[in-house]
């Protein structure tokens, strides 16, 4: 997920220990703590894009898995377990703080 969100992994956080990763964020922006579980995830995040295409295809590199397709959005897997979906643009300001990738 790290990868996938173009964040680090703090291994130095005292949280970033077992089945707990923190992800190194700006201040400004949400903290993020991902952990691996062995059974059905309750949750998930959005990773919101402007070319739905194009992300998901990104993220299949990164080993996540298509679980479904809808119409505006594609649910994913992470290899951890976790689903995930990936959504069109859904807030003004986009692509303000947005990671390119090349």
Same mark, same amino acid.
């Given at each position: $997920? @790290?990868?996938?969100?173009?964040? *680090?992994?703090?291994? *130095?956080? %005292?949280?970033?220990?077992?089945?707990?990763? $923190? !992800?190194?964020? +700006?201040?400004?922006?949400?903290?993020?703590?991902?952990?691996?579980?062995?059974?059905?995830?309750? @949750?998930?995040?959005?990773?919101?894009?402007?070319?739905?295409?194009?992300?998901?295809?990104? !993220?299949?590199? !990164?080993? @996540?898995?298509?679980?479904?397709? !809808?119409?505006? #959005?594609?649910? $994913?897997? @992470? %290899?951890?377990?976790?689903?995930?979906?990936?959504? =069109?643009? =859904?807030? +003004?300001?986009?692509?303000?703080? *947005?990671?390119? #990738?090349?």
């Amino acid at each position: $997920m @790290a990868e996938a969100l173009g964040c *680090a992994v703090d291994r *130095a956080h %005292p949280m970033s220990r077992g089945n707990y990763r $923190m !992800l190194s964020t +700006p201040p400004d922006e949400p903290i993020v703590e991902i952990q691996r579980v062995e059974h059905e995830s309750r @949750a998930h995040i959005d990773i919101e894009t402007d070319n739905v295409p194009a992300e998901v295809a990104r !993220l299949e590199k !990164l080993g @996540a898995r298509v679980s479904s397709r !809808l119409d505006r #959005w594609v649910v $994913m897997e @992470a %290899p951890t377990g976790q689903r995930f979906c990936v959504v =069109q643009v =859904q807030r +003004p300001g986009f692509p303000k703080n *947005a990671n390119r #990738w090349e």
